[in-house]
């Protein structure tokens, strides 16, 4: 009877559960939630040609933050089992059997308690409170919705908001047309953005011809139904070597799909097509070709004629006129 609480507790207590710790190392993070500092960056992934009118910004945050350190633990859960049957054949032939002399026979005693059996069920990785280093770190990131301010020669400005990838792009023949008229020079483009403390600009200059290119380029023919008629004027000169058409429109409504057919015995411009477009109220859009005469030339004298067309039958009156052209002495 002695034995028998043995025998109990060795059925009963067949299994248990434990817990290890051991050190994981340390490991730093860094918190972009309270940054030391945070500055805007800017690149012009592409600008305007003369094909592409398209104008690509790359919008990005700089952030120096604040390094943080914690330790790290490992916790390994273990569960121990074993089969009671093995220990208790082993006590009976210890008492009843060969004796105190399998004590001395490790392998059998081994063999005996070869009904141990351990199972990890699972390892946790622990973190400790967080401390605040005196390391920053900075980072560049995509400024998702960050926000550039486009200004074309302090004429015209755009404010546009960047995508989820940080990038904006526009159709600057789009915001070229919105000068009050057409280039005569280069034009001044202007790209920024900021934080509440930082600023950051890119700038770049388009040539003459590619500014040109753009503004026409830059014409609205969409439909449109105005409110009230629009009231235009025609202006038409000689700019050095162009040939300029000039609408103002000093109506209430805005001109939809308005465009101009020239006619001339000059076979270089006669059946050439005007778009002037969408010509809201108080504004001014112009049209323009480069004269077909040769340096030398001193003096000429061209006959032309614009016919006029306007989607809601508000075109201009056609206009004749006589272009002279003088040759510098």
């Not at 945050?61 to 490992?74: G, I, M, N, S």
């Not at 509440?196 to 200059?205: Q, V």
């Not at 077909?292 to 039958?313: D, H, K, M, Q």
Request: proline letters at 7%.
């Amino acid at each position: 009877m002695r034995y028998l609480q043995l025998l109990l507790l060795c059925t009963v207590a067949s299994g248990c559960t434990y817990t290890v710790n051991s050190p994981a190392g340390k490991v730093q993070f860094v918190d972009q939630k309270a940054p030391v500092r945070v500055a805007p960056v800017i690149s012009l992934a592409a600008t305007p040609t003369v094909t592409d009118p398209t104008l690509k910004i790359q919008v990005a945050r700089k952030v120096q933050a604040p390094v943080y350190e914690a330790e790290e633990t490992d916790e390994v859960a273990t569960e121990v089992n074993f089969d009671p049957t093995r220990p208790i054949a082993f006590l009976f032939d210890t008492l009843f059997g060969e004796g105190l002399r399998l004590l001395t026979q490790p392998e059998r005693l081994a063999g005996a308690l070869t009904g141990l059996e351990s199972t990890v069920l699972g390892t946790k990785r622990v973190r400790s409170e967080p401390r605040r280093t005196s390391e920053t770190q900075e980072i560049v990131e995509p400024w998702k919705a960050g926000a550039v301010t486009i200004d074309i020669d302090n004429a015209v400005s755009r404010w546009i908001v960047a995508d989820d990838a940080g990038v904006v792009s526009v159709n600057l023949a789009d915001e070229i047309a919105r000068l009050p008229t057409y280039p005569r020079d280069a034009l001044n483009v202007a790209v920024s953005t900021a934080t509440a403390t930082e600023r950051d600009e890119k700038a770049f200059r388009l040539d003459l011809d590619t500014a040109r290119a753009l503004y026409l380029k830059g014409v609205d023919m969409s439909p449109h139904t105005p409110g009230a008629p629009p009231q235009t004027g025609v202006d038409v000169r000689v700019d050095g070597k162009l040939l300029v058409v000039e609408i103002t429109n000093r109506g209430a409504g805005a001109t939809a799909q308005l465009r101009g057919t020239l006619q001339s015995p000059l076979a270089e411009l006669n059946g050439r097509e005007m778009l002037f477009g969408r010509i809201p109220p108080g504004h001014q859009r112009a049209w323009f070709t480069e004269l077909p005469f040769p340096e030398e030339t001193r003096y000429a004298e061209i006959p032309i004629r614009i016919v006029f067309s306007e989607l809601n039958g508000f075109a201009p009156q056609d206009v004749e006129a006589t272009l002279t052209v003088a040759g510098s002495d």
